[in-house]
């Protein structure tokens, strides 16, 4: 038995292994079922960019393990990079800009942007990432999304591309994580709120 104290102020550490394993309520997406709708979104992502190069940008944390998956399925030239932010909000109401805690290293200028996201939620950070990118001007800017919650939007933001629409339910697994944990699940499941 292992046993993880109040890690940080608020966030609740499971306490055994028979309580982590309690809070997986139950398979959404399987392995095969992710890997089979990357295979068509990279496709369609060869087709849209015929052969021109792209910079995938991905949304730290939750997105690494979609990154990863998408930039070996996708054929074109293509870079990556990273970026970490961060919402304020005020109700439906952006509090001003978005806070990056860490910005690309890239000049998007140059490039077509492809945005690789785990999970479109209440649609607040995308919505102001894809903003803040937009007064970058990339010569073309494209969301991806693995999921998709339109049920949970509270601002007007819309994919170019989701792989998955699900319920209103809390996700883990797949680079999605609970307190941290989960992400490296290699399928999406629903997290026990009991
Ligand atoms: P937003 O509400 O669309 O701004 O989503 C913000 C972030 O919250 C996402 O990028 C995820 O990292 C996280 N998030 C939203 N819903 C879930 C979920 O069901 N499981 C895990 N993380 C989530
Ligand atoms: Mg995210």
Redesign the pocket.
Same mark, same amino acid.
């Given at each position: 038995m292992w046993i993880f104290e109040i890690h940080k102020k608020g966030v609740k550490r499971v306490k055994n292994l028979n309580e982590f394993h309690k809070k997986i309520k139950r398979v959404l997406i399987t392995e095969e079922q992710i890997a089979e709708a990357i295979k068509i979104a990279s496709k369609r992502i060869d087709a849209l960019y015929d052969g021109r190069p792209i910079l995938l940008v991905s /949304?730290l =944390?939750?997105?690494f393990v979609f990154m990863a998956d998408i930039c070996r399925a996708v054929t074109v030239p293509c870079e990556i990079g990273f970026m970490c932010a961060k919402?304020y909000y005020a109700g439906t109401v952006s509090a001003g800009a978005v806070k990056i805690t860490m910005d690309l290293e890239q000049d998007i200028s140059k490039y077509h942007v492809v945005i690789v996201?785990? /999970? /479109?939620?209440?649609? &607040?950070?995308?919505?102001d990432v894809v903003n803040l990118l937009k007064t970058r001007n990339p010569i073309s800017l494209e969301v991806i999304t693995l999921?998709d =919650?339109p049920s &949970?939007r509270?601002v007007d *933001?819309k994919a170019d591309m989701a792989l998955f629409t699900i319920p209103d339910? *809390?996700? /883990?697994g797949y680079g999605?994580?609970?307190g941290e944990y989960y992400r490296n699940l290699s399928y999406i499941a629903e997290?026990s709120e009991e």
């Amino acid at each position: 038995m292992w046993i993880f104290e109040i890690h940080k102020k608020g966030v609740k550490r499971v306490k055994n292994l028979n309580e982590f394993h309690k809070k997986i309520k139950r398979v959404l997406i399987t392995e095969e079922q992710i890997a089979e709708a990357i295979k068509i979104a990279s496709k369609r992502i060869d087709a849209l960019y015929d052969g021109r190069p792209i910079l995938l940008v991905s /949304i730290l =944390k939750g997105a690494f393990v979609f990154m990863a998956d998408i930039c070996r399925a996708v054929t074109v030239p293509c870079e990556i990079g990273f970026m970490c932010a961060k919402s304020y909000y005020a109700g439906t109401v952006s509090a001003g800009a978005v806070k990056i805690t860490m910005d690309l290293e890239q000049d998007i200028s140059k490039y077509h942007v492809v945005i690789v996201e785990d /999970i /479109i939620d209440t649609g &607040r950070t995308l919505n102001d990432v894809v903003n803040l990118l937009k007064t970058r001007n990339p010569i073309s800017l494209e969301v991806i999304t693995l999921l998709d =919650k339109p049920s &949970r939007r509270v601002v007007d *933001f819309k994919a170019d591309m989701a792989l998955f629409t699900i319920p209103d339910h *809390f996700v /883990i697994g797949y680079g999605l994580d609970c307190g941290e944990y989960y992400r490296n699940l290699s399928y999406i499941a629903e997290y026990s709120e009991e």
